[in-house]
């Protein structure tokens, strides 16, 4: 069975600094990756995705993901934090395409000034 | 592009009353619309899969006629939760997919419910 695991339940960065969020899935195929962001109250928002083709994924708000099919990971990462970063971020699996979509738990980012 | 919208953004309302939700694709014809149900400081939960015209196929221990879900147009699909109790207070979250593609779920802005 599929299934998406994100370690961090909580990170805390300082503004400025760099952030990498971790994101590992089982499933025997490659899947379809997602990485959404949720302000408080709010709705998901789509930082990017990945299909196929290059393994390094650049989304918007200057996040990028990078696919290791040996590790099973799809880490967020974010070269230099703004405060308005702050927010949940989720990682999405999809075997099959966007129609089907598991999530993980989240990971909750704080950020400091 | 792909907006999707719901309405209301929050509602409270009595125990036993039925509460409706919108979601609505703004600028795009949504053949699959989807409902989750979030609650505080947890992962999103798939309650249900609607595609414009036919029956929403609903996710395990999801009962359907408690969540009793519409997809009426390919821009409009409504949530009714009946006789609400206070468990069912939640955040609920639609989304849908554009087109054929089916690449990416846009997601709606989402719904606070309280049941007092």
């Known amino acids: 069975a599929q299934s998406v695991t994100q370690p961090d339940i909580h990170i805390t960065v300082s503004e400025g600094a760099s952030l990498e969020l971790r994101c590992n899935y089982s499933y025997g195929a490659t899947p379809y990756l997602f990485w959404y962001v949720q302000s408080p109250g709010q709705g998901l928002q789509l930082l990017l995705k990945y299909f196929s083709g290059d393994t390094l994924v650049q989304g918007i708000k200057g996040f990028e993901a990078e696919f290791k099919r040996s590790q099973s990971s799809f880490n967020l990462r974010k070269p230099s934090v703004h405060w308005s970063d702050a927010a949940e971020y989720f990682c999405a699996v999809g075997p099959t395409g966007a129609n089907n979509l598991f999530f993980g738990t989240g990971t909750r980012l704080t950020v400091i000034p | 592009g792909a907006v999707v919208s719901q309405h209301p953004s929050w509602v409270i309302c009595k125990s036993g009353t039925s509460v409706k939700i919108e979601c609505r694709s703004l600028d795009f014809q949504a053949t699959t619309m989807f409902w989750y149900r979030q609650f505080p400081k947890q992962s999103l939960m798939l309650m249900a899969t609607s595609n414009e015209g036919s029956k929403a196929t609903y996710e395990q221990g999801v009962e359907k006629d408690k969540f009793l879900i519409n997809h009426a147009s390919l821009t409009l699909s409504t949530l009714t939760v009946t006789s609400a109790h206070p468990e069912d207070s939640s955040f609920y979250i639609c989304?849908?997919?554009?087109?054929?593609?089916?690449?990416?779920?846009?997601f709606g802005p989402g719904t606070r419910l309280l049941v007092l």
């Open positions: 989304s849908a997919t554009q087109g054929q593609i089916q690449e990416t779920q846009y």
